[in-house]
Each structure stands twice: as structure tokens, then as C-alpha cells.
């Protein structure tokens, strides 16, 4: 008797979760990635969302914002403490963490709609080749589920995979040329900027400049870091 009742349960969640998923399809497929941050809101109790590109924060301005309902002037106030956390993190933290929820507090002087929490959650998503960051906020004392949270960082991931399907703006494959490519791949093979400078027939500097950019462009500190990030992201 215990088990047929189990048994009812698990069809009911995965039949729940069924729905959830057919609800996020049709704004996902039209490119409304608000409406379907709304529906996972509702579904794990939060208030207000975030979609953030989290490989684009080291940039300046709110670019990197994809869809939110968040205070304009605390997304303003964030800006900075997602950039520090982002560049302070290596290629293997930033890979264990996705799908890991995680949480921080608001600065004091961050503007906070009344009766919710300072405390925010965020959880990190690849799609592609482009990494994400779903930030957020829950009312005051509500009891956070890691297990709803990462499946809200799946549905999420999968909403805006089917945007990225339908030719929405959510992949820009970060703008890398073709000679970044070459270099990035020839700095993947162990190759010195002297060697590649041969290889391509440019000089030098020339070939040390094409890497800075690569770097810049992917948010990693060292070559090490910019060979992992391009083997991670099938770009060699």
C-alpha cells in the first residue's frame, strides 16, 4: 500500500513537471525569456530573477543583463561584485559550479522591495558556448530547495536553448576572429608567440596581441586558462 502511494507521488512531480515544461516551450520558441523566468519563479518561489551573461560581466555597462525584474539601481550596484567574483575565479571553479546553487547578500545600500530577503541564490548554466547566471531574490524566511534550484537552472538552461534555437540574442560566440582562432588553437598545440609568429607569418607582437584579446574576450587571466576555457567550449 506504502509503495502504490509512492508510486502515485513520483507520477504526479514528473507529471507536474511534465506541464512546467510544455508551459516554458511556446515563450521560449517566441524569444520571451522574462515570461519563462517568471514561470520558474512561481515554480520555486521567488520573487524577482535575474538572467545574467555571466561571461560577459568583466565588460562595462549592463550588457551582460538578459532578462530581469530586479530594482534597476541594485542590478547597477551588483555590477562590480559579480565582475571581482567572476575574475577571481579559476576555469575548474567556474566548471564545478554549475548547477551548484550558491548564495550572497546584498550591500547595505542596495535598494530591497519590502517583506524580501537581502540574501540572494544564484546558480550558473552553460548554453553552448555561452555561460549564465540565474540570480534570485526570495521573500524574507522562505526555505530555499537545492534539489528545485538546480532544476530551475536546468528548465532555465533549456528555455533559453530553445531562444538560441529560433535565432534569438543569447549566443554571440564572443566575437572571436578567425586569427584569434588560429591563435588560440596554436597556443593550445604548445606552441611560443615566436613559433606562431613563423607559423602565420606576422610578427611577434602582432601574435601577443591576438592573445590579449582572446583573453579579454573570454575573461581568463593566463594562457593556461584561455586553452582550458577553448577546449571546455569546442573552439580547438
Known sequence: MQAAASSELLQKGSSSKDVLIRKLATPALSGDT???????????????????????????????????????????????????????????????????????????????????????????????????????LFPQDYVLSPERLREVGLLAGYAVSLSTSKGQKSDRDFDLTDRELECLFWIAEGKTSDEIATILGISRNTINNYI????????????????????RNNLV
Open 34 to 136: 522574462g515570461h519563462c523566468l517568471r514561470v520558474l519563479c512561481d515554480y520555486v518561489g521567488a520573487s524577482h530573477h535575474l538572467l545574467a551573461r555571466y561571461d560577459l560581466v568583466q565588460e562595462e555597462g549592463l550588457d551582460f543583463v538578459v532578462a530581469s525584474d530586479w530594482p534597476f539601481d541594485t542590478v547597477r550596484r551588483l555590477e562590480s561584485e559579480l565582475a571581482l567574483t567572476y575574475s577571481q575565479s579559476t576555469e575548474l571553479e567556474k566548471c564545478l559550479s554549475v548547477l551548484q546553487p550558491k548564495y550572497g547578500i546584498l550591500p547595505d545600500e542596495a535598494y530591497v522591495p519590502a517583506g524580501i530577503s537581502r540574501q540572494y541564490c544564484i546558480v550558473t548554466l552553460n548554453v553552448g558556448r555561452t555561460r549564465l547566471a540565474l540570480m534570485l
Open 212 to 231: 590579449t584579446s582572446v583573453m579579454r574576450k573570454t575573461a581568463t587571466k593566463t594562457r593556461s586558462e584561455a586553452i582550458a576555457y577553448a577546449v
